[in-house]
Structure formats: C-alpha cells, structure tokens
C-alpha cells in the first residue's frame, strides 16, 4: 500500500511539475480615432433639410468600407463626458453616419414631420471611431 501511495505521489508530483504555464497576449486590432466638430464646421444643405460634416481619412479605405466594422459615437449633446453611439435621436433632431471610401460623412436632420429644418449644434462635438478589422468570409 505504501509503494502505491508513493507512486501515485511521484507520479503526480511529475506530472505537476512538468507543466508549463503559456501566456497568451491577445493583440487587440481594433482602431479608435476621437476628433471634434466645432460648430462652424456643420454645412447646411442646398435645400436646407439637413446638415453635414464630412471627416477625411484615409484609414477609411475599401477594405474598411467593404469588409470591416466601423461604430461611431458623439458624445452627449447635454452631457459631453458620455458618448451616445450613432444614429441616435435627440431633442428631435436624428444623427447619422454615411461610411465612404475616403471618409464618414455625420449628418443631422430633423425627426419632426412640423418642423423640417435641423438645429444647428452650439457647442463642440466630440466623436470617437472605432474600426474593428474582419476577414471576409465569403458567400
């Protein structure tokens, strides 16, 4: 009984030691990009519905647009320490992006069916893009 006690020990002691702990560091590839709009930087449109801001990039490429995720967030219009990801809704005005190659176009345009005319925003928008690289897949 002890010779078996004392194999079972050295076997486990063995097989414990000779374990080997691999660290796996995981390399995040994810892009982020902040950038402000200042309120002069909005450009109305030719028939007044909406207003644009377009951010040139040249990370924003065709396999970015074609194959990737992008998100894109603008902090809070009352609360610029919080970050609301878009499109979203506020105070009846809806925010939206357009992904191009070259760049995102942010719009702004009126939810209300009475009024068709967008607020301009009064104060500096912060906006943080995330580009999440994919691998397409196939059909």
Partial sequence: MKKLILLLLCTATLG???CK???IIQDTP???YNFTI???QWVLSADGYNYTYEWRNSIIDEITVDDEGVLVYASHPVNSSSYIQLPYTYDANAYSYELFVGGIAI???TSDNQDTNPVKPTKP???K???IPSKYAGN
Wanted: no cysteine; glycine share 0%; aromatic share 0%.
């Fill in 21 to 23: 702990k691999d660290t």
């Fill in 107 to 109: 719009d702004i345009q």
């Fill in 38 to 40: 200042q309120p002069n």
């Fill in 129 to 131: 893009v995330v580009v």
């Fill in 125 to 127: 928008i912060l906006v």
């Fill in 30 to 32: 994810n892009r982020t």
């Fill in 16 to 18: 414990l030691a000779s």
